[in-house]
């Protein structure tokens, strides 16, 4: 259970002046509510939910027309249609200023640093935009980008949005099958990539990969390659410098386009299978994303946004909207350990960052090499940090308190590429207490269900969402009947989302999550969650890292852990039975690995999450479905043939 103490509560001065309080004031004045805190904020959001949608439109100063009707089939969760009349641009919400004040921060690990005005971010994007209008592209065309997490590929997805084309894209670590499986299933016009990109030192060549996917990809009139690397210029295509030197523009026309057109396509993982390509709309990302940055995180003006991401990764597309909040965004490309552990930090301070954004790895692997960041930074500015990709353990949200920064929102979000933006978020006017996320979403009816859809409070289950909500996706590319959408979130509850993670709802209403559900362990019928043993054992000195499975033995599951342990650490028989009794006493006999195997690493996707369910594969002599979507396939050859896992 949780901890009652909280390891961090806002301060009244702090509560006061957050947007979040002042959105309580606009609904009690607009909407003659009787809102007093956040608990009935959210019930309130829920009971009213046209209300409360409209009235972030309004508080958020979404740019548009709202329209005359709010909801069209509120009832159906997977039918029901929101602002069906309204109109809007993405792009006209995100470039919110125009002045000489940075719009962007850059730096692509020691190789390249840069920062890019608001007056000139809008210069670049109108200039991009008048050429690929000149070059046919029109609403509802697709424009992909394989690139770094660079200025340019803000600079190209605001430009496609602005003309009413879809973005899409994916980062230059994935090869070219990977590439190929994602944007074939989209038919892009144009591609946007770099000749390289720079990682842990080193400088990737990607020149012979861009020519692979363009021969590959037959829908493509046109290429445009920025040098950011400066190889040789032998990638057939437009160079990024000259269409800007040549289609100068200062003015952008705004293509308003329905709140339910598609604005970015974003493809599933494809561990296991073909990725799934989900459109999301126009206004859905808009709403959820204002939402979720100003009340949820309280991004202010002026604020400085940072999330460690690759444009691969939905929380790149999280990350860019805070440029609607008019916030600067904080980018950087590249590893976040060279030229050493301090370089996201030095770039933090440096810059001036208000949310640091990362994934819970990064913090766990802060934690075991005994780095303490807040104390040789001035972190002074920093708010908000923001965990997601996979389960911040107890441990962490203490390591953050004690090593980072005292007074901080810690806010321990998760969602999904399925909705590009969060069920679960933080709260700048709540307490945070250890091991749990502050909040449900508002305006998101997240609620825990067994296995027969009855809600639990308490007890672990699977979350679901009970009514509809406007970042729902448009569809599946492709999925003309709509059968792929209704199978992946409909088929398991009659009218409810089932999202496929294992949680618990307290009674306080934080959420504590372990893990998605269908890497959920079942020793003789009992659903174990893997972040519980996680945590238990990856607080043993000598283990780095670990990963667990259910291995199919003798008509019933048995739990196999894999351990990545310190270099030079062998696994032997003294610390086997230190893992078993750290699992015993943490978590219950049931946790209890039956095999235990040390590894050198584990397998990860292009976002760092490790991969229970290929490794359940090869463990069974069961074909992976879709290598290609890991960042190191390689490593799931040492889970093939284990001669332990043969008895």
């Known amino acids: 259970m949780s901890n009652p103490v909280p390891l961090w509560s806002p301060s009244e001065d702090r509560i006061s002046k957050s947007l979040l309080s002042r959105f309580i004031s606009h609904v009690n004045l607009v909407c003659d509510a009787s809102v007093t805190d956040y608990t009935t904020l959210y019930q309130w959001s829920l009971n009213e939910k046209e209300q409360f949608w409209s009235a972030v439109w309004q508080f958020c100063g979404v740019k548009g027309d709202a329209g005359q009707r709010l909801l069209v089939n509120g009832a159906d969760i997977e039918k029901a249609v929101w602002f069906p009349d309204a109109k809007l641009n993405f792009a006209e919400n995100l470039l919110s200023r125009t002045d000489d004040e940075v719009a962007i921060y850059f730096r692509a690990e020691d190789r390249v640093s840069s920062t890019l005005s608001w007056k000139e971010l809008g210069v670049q994007v109108a200039s991009l935009a008048k050429w690929m209008k000149a070059r046919g592209v029109k609403k509802k065309d697709v424009v992909a980008g394989y690139l770094p997490n660079i200025p ?7 430009a496609a949005t602005s003309i009413g084309a ?44 861009i020519v692979a996917i363009k021969d590959k990809l037959p829908s493509l009139e046109q290429t445009v390659v920025v040098d950011l690397v400066g190889f040789e210029r032998n990638v057939p295509g437009q160079r990024w410098e000259e269409i800007l030197l040549h289609n100068r523009a200062s003015e952008i026309e705004f293509v308003r386009v329905g709140f339910n057109d598609p604005v970015y396509i974003l493809y599933s993982s494809g561990t296991t299978g073909k990725p799934k390509c989900i459109a999301h709309k126009v206004g859905g990302v808009v709403l959820q994303h204002f939402k979720e940055l100003m009340l949820h995180s309280d991004v202010k003006p002026g604020d400085k946004v940072f999330y460690f991401t690759t444009c691969g990764w939905m929380m790149w597309n999280w990350l860019v909207s805070a440029l609607g909040c008019r916030a600067s965004i904080v980018l950087y490309d590249g590893s976040p350990f060279y030229p050493d552990a301090d370089v996201l930090w030095d770039y933090a301070q440096e810059a001036g960052v208000t949310l640091f954004g990362t994934s819970a790895k990064y913090i766990d692997a802060l934690k075991k090499n005994g780095l303490s960041p807040g104390k040789n930074h001035n972190l002074q500015t920093l708010k908000t940090l923001c965990s997601t990709g996979s389960v911040l353990v107890p441990e962490s949200f203490g390591y953050v308190y004690e090593e980072i920064k005292k007074d901080l929102c810690l806010a321990s979000i998760s969602g999904g590429t399925d909705i590009v933006s969060c069920f679960v978020l933080g709260c700048p006017i709540l307490p945070v207490y250890a091991g749990e996320s502050q909040c449900r979403g508002l305006g998101m009816a997240v609620e825990v269900f067994d296995e027969d859809g009855n809600a639990l409070v308490g007890e672990k289950g699977e979350l679901v969402c009970r009514t509809t909500f406007p970042s729902q996706p448009a569809c599946f590319w492709g999925d003309e009947s709509g059968e792929k959408y209704h199978k992946a979130y409909f088929a398991r509850y009659d009218n409810v989302w089932h999202h496929g993670d294992f949680v618990r709802l307290s009674t306080s209403g934080g959420v504590t999550i372990y893990g998605r559900s269908d890497a959920t362990l079942n020793p003789a019928g009992v659903r174990i ?13 000598k283990v780095q890292e670990s990963l667990a499975i259910g291995q199919d033995w003798d008509n019933d599951v048995r739990v196999v852990l894999f351990v990545v342990l310190r270099p030079g650490v062998v696994l032997d028989r003294e610390l086997e039975q230190a893992i078993r009794a750290t699992v015993f006493k943490n978590c219950s006999p049931r946790h209890v690995p039956a095999k235990i195997v040390q590894v050198g690493e584990l397998p990860r996707t292009k976002s760092g999450k490790i991969v229970e369910l290929a490794v359940r594969e090869v463990v069974h002599n069961r074909a992976v479905k879709n290598i290609g979507a890991l960042a190191n396939p390689e490593a799931l050859r040492q889970f093939e043939n284990i001669d332990r896992l043969q008895h």
């Open 166 to 209: 879809i973005w899409t894209s994916t980062s230059p670590d994935f090869g070219v099958e990977s590439v190929v499986e994602r944007f074939s299933q989209t038919s892009p016009k144009i591609l946007i990539c770099a000749d390289g990109y720079f990682y842990s030192g080193k400088t990737i060549d990607v020149r012979e990969k």
């Open 152 to 158: 340019e590929s803000v600079v190209a997805m605001l």
């Open 529 to 541: 969650g893997t972040a519980e043993i996680y945590r238990c054992v990856e607080q043993l000195e």
